[in-house]
């Protein structure tokens, strides 16, 4: 176990890039995807590192990649999960504006369990929640009373929703019972390390590793910081870059890795290269 901060020169940079970068994602074929906010594009970067924009949105922020390889993004301006097909063609929106009578904000971001059923945060202070889209067209809310969920990861089971509650500086876990209903209450699975400023301790992004550490993307600590299967703080990684927004594992050496130094830019693309002992 390694407790502080890191050399950042296992971190390679893929690109720069004018805007600040979320939505990371990996597509079974090897090509990397990530979102542009402000710029309102989804851009694409082959394995031969050829950037194009993919697909454009409103404000796209969180994107995944199910299995069919179509992909679901939050886009922040519309109020929408959003779904495209592996071309960058906009196939629908799978939910937009409201659920279950209640008003969606700001979705930030989403995570997809095994059979597709679908998780997403609305990020706002104090009452935001997390909403359930079933592969059944079933709807739930899960939690309506969080400070600002942002990033989402399912436990290997898929019984646990770790989210990272970025107002409170912390990772909130949520039991489930089964996919769209809560066991019991969500409680504190980590809290984290702190900016000596005060300011700025945004967890963002989350990402499960192969042993079940859970790698958080933490805005405003120029910092990845990497908790146990118990909550454990293992590693703090400089990533040189501010605004850590997200991360995603492209296989299970290597972490892709967005964010920027300012919003709306400029942004940047990393991969971090793990060594064994981070396993």
């Known amino acids: 176990m390694n407790i502080g901060s890191q050399s950042y020169n296992r971190i390679q940079k893929i690109a720069d890039i004018p805007f600040y970068t979320e939505g990371p994602a990996v597509d079974s074929k090897g090509n990397l995807y990530c979102t542009t906010l402000s710029g309102q594009s989804i851009l694409k970067v082959t394995p031969s590192g050829k950037i194009v924009e993919w697909a454009r949105s409103k404000w796209p922020n969180g994107?995944?990649?199910?299995?069919?390889?179509?992909?679901?993004?939050?886009?922040?301006?519309?109020?929408?999960?959003?779904?495209?097909?592996?071309?960058?063609?906009?196939?629908?929106?799978?939910?937009?504006?409201?659920?279950?009578?209640e008003k969606i904000f700001t979705p930030n971001d989403l995570v997809a369990d095994a059979n597709g059923n679908i998780y997403f945060t609305d990020s706002i202070k104090h009452n935001g929640k997390i909403f359930f889209i079933g592969n059944d067209g079933r709807r739930s809310i899960l939690v309506t009373d969080l400070s600002y969920p942002n990033g989402l990861i399912l436990s290997r089971d898929q019984h646990r929703l770790f989210v990272a509650e970025s107002s409170q500086n912390r990772i909130t876990v949520i039991e489930?019972?089964?996919?769209?209903?809560?066991?019991?209450?969500?409680?504190?699975?980590?809290?984290?390390?702190?900016?000596?400023?005060?300011?700025?301790?945004?967890?963002?992004?989350?990402?499960?590793?192969?042993?079940?550490?859970i790698w958080v993307a933490h805005y405003g600590m120029q910092a990845v910081q990497v908790l146990s299967p118990d909550g454990d703080l293992l590693h703090s990684i400089d990533t040189g870059v501010p605004l850590t927004s997200n991360l995603t594992f492209i296989n299970d050496k290597t972490l892709f890795i967005t964010g920027g130094f300012g919003e709306p830019g400029p942004g940047v693309l990393l991969k971090y290269l793990l060594q064994d002992c981070e396993n």
């Open 63 to 101: 994107q995944i990649i199910l299995q069919n390889d179509d992909h679901l993004i939050c886009d922040v301006k519309l109020s929408a999960v959003r779904r495209f097909d592996s071309e960058g063609r906009f196939i629908r929106n799978e939910i937009e504006g409201s659920c279950l009578g």
């Open 176 to 213: 489930l019972e089964n996919p769209g209903k809560v066991k019991g209450t969500h409680h504190v699975f980590a809290d984290l390390p702190q900016n000596k400023l005060g300011k700025y301790n945004l967890p963002d992004g989350l990402a499960l590793d192969n042993h079940d550490n």
